[in-house]
């Protein structure tokens, strides 16, 4: 299974940065109001709150399964 189809949140989070790029949407933002490296900055934190989502959410899948979960899809749920 793949870990973006575990849960709604994951396949949210997964169509927000994969189907729509966000880094060349802030920094076209931010260059439109003169602050390019502002807009650099941004794009940084966006990739460290994202890598930080990803990394507790494996973690929480790694829990689920030691605990003897296992895992389905949302979507075959549905």
Request: proline share 4%; hydrophobic share 55%; with cysteine.
């Amino acid at each position: 299974m793949h870990i973006h189809v575990w849960r709604p949140i994951d396949s949210f989070m997964r169509e927000i940065t994969a189907r729509r790029n966000p880094n060349v949407a802030i920094l076209m933002a931010f260059t439109l109001f003169s602050s390019p490296l502002l807009g650099f900055h941004f794009v940084a934190l966006w990739t460290i709150l994202c890598t930080v989502f990803h990394g507790v959410r494996l973690l929480q899948a790694m829990k689920f399964g030691a605990r003897g979960g296992e895992f389905t899809s949302w979507l075959d749920a549905a």
